[in-house]
């Protein structure tokens, strides 16, 4: 077993231990320092390096509640490597409520710049100073997504198209079995990770129209089971780890609005179950009580993501389709 202290942000762990630390990003307009605050379990014991990514998108608050629910859960002495906790990637974000910091209009979202620079806009320079703290002590890495103020997501996974990514994927659950490949090397925490040749999910779940009461602690829950059951499938914890007994792949469409003004979808839509070429999800009403326009689905697939917020403009985004391309049984596990 390694002894050597493992330094992260401005924290230095040794083996056995928990700790609170933060990732330095400069000052404020006070000459306030401003941080991205990290929690840590150094295990015990070696094992891989696991982070959990929460809120690169200001409005997406479910990686934070898992993460403190994975914590509290968490002992060093029974822990095989390194848990890493990032309740928020982009806390201007997160504080504002927003996608995007509002007052960094030049490089708003976060997951489409990925690393960013170190001399770049503000988000820009968040971006890299976590890009610098992860890119050397990270061997698995998920990032938590939601639908945010505007849509629900259900259990989906886009997996960086590399075998220790789809191995991370399948490492999720037998409830994530909707899964599609994303591209190695882009501009996001996941897809760069992959990039070094590690492991990166990024994963949806929730949606500000789930985060009151029990629905919120709900989804949590689940998410920060997921985690638990990763960490048993690389052997970070005891127990035996669950797997879907297969996957279905394949690709989304954005279904937008035919039309503007106040989304309604229909009820009983379901999430994640097949259904056919021409089933209704949703209608679009004037202020008057009147049908303008009608989204239903372009061919037999899956609904993954369904608009929660009425209004609607015309080319607004109103569901995330899945259509399957192929079921696989050969899972890593």
């Known amino acids: 077993m390694s002894n050597e202290v493992l330094a992260i942000g401005n ?182 990770i992959a990039e070094r040749g590690k492991a990166g999910i990024t994963i949806e779940l929730g949606g500000n129209c789930r985060t009151l009461t029990s629905d919120f602690h709900a989804v949590a829950e689940d998410l920060a089971g997921s985690y638990r059951n990763v960490m048993r499938h690389y052997g970070m914890i005891e127990g035996e780890a669950r797997h879907a007994p297969e996957w279905r792949m394949g690709h989304q469409q954005a279904l937008l609005a035919p039309a503007s003004g106040m989304w309604v979808g229909e009820p009983g839509v379901p999430f994640e179950t097949p259904i056919p070429a021409g089933t209704p999800l949703g209608r679009i009403f004037d202020l008057y009580g009147d049908v303008r326009g009608e989204v239903v689905a372009p061919r037999e697939g899956v609904v993954f993501g369904l608009r929660s917020r009425p209004a609607v403009i015309e080319g607004e985004w109103c569901c995330f389709y899945g259509i399957i391309d192929e079921v696989r049984d050969d899972l890593p596990g």
């Open 11 to 192: 924290a230095e762990a040794p083996p056995g231990t928990m700790a609170r630390c933060a990732i330095p990003v400069g000052s404020d307009v006070a000459a306030v320092a401003r941080e991205i605050p990290i929690l840590l379990c150094r295990g015990a014991s070696d094992g891989p390096i696991l982070w959990i990514n929460g809120a690169t998108h200001g409005d997406e608050p479910e990686g934070a509640l898992s993460i403190f629910k994975l914590f509290a859960t968490l002992d060093p002495a029974g822990v095989r490597g390194t848990v890493v906790g990032v309740p928020a990637m982009n806390v201007p974000a997160f504080e504002a409520g927003k996608r995007g910091d509002p007052l960094d209009t030049f490089s708003y979202d976060m997951n489409r710049i990925y690393p960013g620079r170190a001399d770049g806009y503000p988000t820009e320079r968040a971006a890299w100073a976590h890009w610098e703290a992860m890119k050397d002590a990270c061997d698995l890495q998920i990032a938590v997504h939601s639908g945010g103020e505007h849509s629900y997501l259900a259990h989906m996974i886009f997996a960086s198209d590399n075998p220790v990514s789809f191995e991370l994927a399948a490492a999720m659950g037998p409830q994530w079995d909707l899964v599609f490949r994303s591209g190695v090397g882009g501009a996001n925490p996941s897809s760069k």
